[in-house]
């Protein structure tokens, strides 16, 4: 896979220890990010910003061998995937919006202007049958109202997701926590290849391409999937599970927030979520469907981020 030298800069930035990813990626949106910060002059004052002059400021100059690192992390990708990072005219508008965006993603499948209006439908893993009914339910009805749906590809909630989707003859991203060469869990192996190899989605990875699962990689996931979609709809999660950290994110992103009246009923914190936190509860798809914005807004936003960003660097 042939990296332009800028790409190779960025993506050598991500193999130097202590330098924060999201930081990285908020850097290279501006004019000449990623030659400041192997300088060690990022324009963010930040913690972030401060620990990365901190690592950087000793190896000005000698860019080359973390480059040569990442070439050969790039390399181990299989062959139907391929790279974007936030450098790139293709990379997901909705994402460059998010302060946590990653720097890069690894893409098996096709992505598409329709996906940038999106719903992430997410739940527990350990889900009951009318768990896995509704989160079905809701997918199709969206898939047939054009929606796409993103979703974990994690057993329970969103395998159910990603599936009806599909069957709907609609569009699904996954967005996994690993690494874009391995399957996890190992039983959706064939509902992978299945998302990767029509035109009816994409799978994406923010990590190299080897990575296993860890204890950090689902919660970054979880923040890129809220980043992706234009709102989360939370079917079934308990007060520790990952999909209402995912709801927490997507609040702070100024995302929509979609609770199923079910999980108000049954839940603290779902409750609360609605009652003081701005998250919405449903009843209905059409009250999902129905306030998410045209592709072409989303565009608008980021044109006008990316002019932002330009008129201020």
Same mark, same amino acid.
Request: hydrophobic residues 45%; charged residues 25%; neutral net charge.
């Given at each position: ?14 193999? #130097? =220890? ?5 930081? +990285? ?6 004019? &000449? ?17 401060? @620990? ?14 973390? #480059? ?7 390399? @181990? ?6 790279? +974007? ?20 993603? *690894? ?19 350990? $889900? ?11 997918? =199709? !009805?969206?898939?047939?109202? %054009? ?13 159910? $997701? ?13 967005? +996994? %926590?690993?690494? +874009?060469? /391995?399957? *996890? ?12 190899? &029509? ?13 296993? %699962? ?16 234009? %709102? ?11 999909? !209402?950290?995912?709801? =927490? #994110?997507?609040?702070?992103?100024? !995302? ?19 009652? @003081? /936190? ?36």
């Amino acid at each position: 896979m042939r990296l332009t030298e800028q790409q190779a800069r960025l993506l050598a930035l991500c193999r #130097v =220890r202590g330098v924060n990813w999201y930081l +990285i990626a908020r850097e290279a949106q501006r004019p &000449g990010g990623v030659d400041r910060l192997w300088n060690a002059e990022p324009l963010e004052a930040s913690e972030d910003a401060r @620990k990365a002059i901190e690592v950087l400021a000793p190896l000005t100059g000698a860019a080359e061998e973390y #480059v040569a690192s990442a070439q050969a992390e790039v390399d @181990k990708a299989r062959e139907d995937a391929r790279l +974007i990072t936030v450098l790139d005219d293709d990379y997901p508008a909705s994402l460059r919006l998010i302060p946590n965006a990653p720097p890069f993603v *690894f893409i098996r499948g096709a992505m598409a202007d329709v996906d940038l209006r999106s719903v992430a439908v997410v739940g527990t893993r350990n $889900a009951s049958e009318i768990g896995r009914q509704r989160a079905a339910s809701m997918a =199709r !009805k969206l898939a047939e109202r %054009g929606v796409t749906v993103v979703s974990g590809l994690a057993r329970g909630i969103d395998t159910a $997701a990603h599936t009806a989707a599909l069957e709907a003859g609609g569009r699904t991203l996954a967005v +996994i %926590g690993t690494g +874009i060469n /391995r399957y *996890f869990p190992a039983e959706n192996r064939d509902l992978t290849d299945r998302i990767a190899a &029509g035109d009816q989605g994409a799978v994406l990875s923010q990590f190299w391409p080897d990575a296993p %699962g860890a204890t950090y990689t689902f919660p970054r996931r979880n923040i890129t999937m809220s980043g992706i979609a234009q %709102g989360t709809v939370v079917i079934e999660a308990g007060s520790t599970s990952g999909a !209402k950290m995912q709801a =927490r #994110v997507a609040l702070e992103h100024g !995302k929509r927030v979609f609770l199923i009246k079910s999980l108000t009923e049954q839940q603290e914190w779902a409750r609360t979520y609605v009652d @003081k /936190r701005g998250a919405t509860q449903v009843e209905t798809v059409d009250e999902v469907a129905d306030v998410l914005a045209p592709p072409e807004r989303v565009q608008a936003v980021d044109a006008l981020r990316s002019q932002l960003v330009m008129d201020f660097a």
